[in-house]
Each structure stands twice: as C-alpha cells, then as structure tokens.
C-alpha cells in the first residue's frame, strides 16, 4: 500500500509560481508511474501532467503546457507551476500508478492505483 502526501499548495497572485512537492512511502517509489491531477469546484477532475517511472518521459495537458514541469527524484514527485492564472484554481492530487513500464505515461484517472489528500491551489487575480 502506497501512501501519499501532497504539499506546497497556497495562495499566489496571478503570474507568481508554486512547487507542489508529493511524498511517497510504503513501496518502492521507482515502481510507479506518477501524476498530478487538479479538481476546480463545480469541475471534473481533470489531468495535469505525468511522468514515467524512469522520469524520462513526460506528458502534459494543453492548458499548463510551457509553465508547468513535473519531474521526481527517487522518493517524491514535484510539480513546478509558473505564470499561473486563475483558472488554475483547484485542489491537486497526486497519483501512483503500478507499472512494469519503464518509460509510459498515463494520463487517464481511472489507470491510477493510489491518490493523494490534495492541496489546495489559489490564484487571486
């Protein structure tokens, strides 16, 4: 069982920048597949960016591509959020994802196996 800790989240103006930081324990962390997903209220949830096992591969949603950059060491998964706006308002999750798969990113909710808390992200404008 994997267990899940997001950090880092908080209120920032339009245009400042946050690191989300997400703590693993209870596996080995090289074994997952890791993601960040958001949840604006009102909103599905909806993915962010993901990151393979090796780190060495990358995907990102259309509406943070080029300010955001997800990246991981051999025990947590970070997201670097610049230029952020408004509309990136919302609780971030971060997710693990078992996978015998060096290098795939998954995008798909439904193809996590462990979730994070979440932390709440605010961009006043």
């Known amino acids: 069982q994997v267990q899940l800790v997001e950090s880092g989240g908080g209120l920032v103006q339009a245009g400042g920048s946050l690191r989300l930081s997400c703590a693993a324990s209870?596996?080995?962390?090289?074994?997952?597949?890791m993601g960040w997903f958001r949840q604006a209220p009102g909103k599905e949830r909806e993915f962010v960016a993901a990151?393979?096992?090796?780190?060495?591969s990358t995907y990102y949603a259309n509406s943070v591509k080029g300010r955001f950059t997800i990246s991981r060491d051999n025990a947590k998964v970070y997201l670097r959020m610049n230029s952020l706006k408004p509309e990136d308002t919302a609780v971030y999750y971060c997710?693990?994802?078992?996978?015998?798969?060096?290098?795939?990113?998954?995008?798909?909710?439904?193809?996590?196996?462990?979730w994070g808390q979440g932390t709440q992200v605010t961009v006043s404008s």
């Open positions: 990151i393979s096992r090796s780190g060495g």
């Open positions: 997710a693990a994802r078992f996978t015998a798969l060096i290098r795939v990113v998954t995008t798909s909710s439904s193809d996590y196996n462990y």
């Open positions: 209870g596996g080995i962390f090289s074994n997952y597949a």
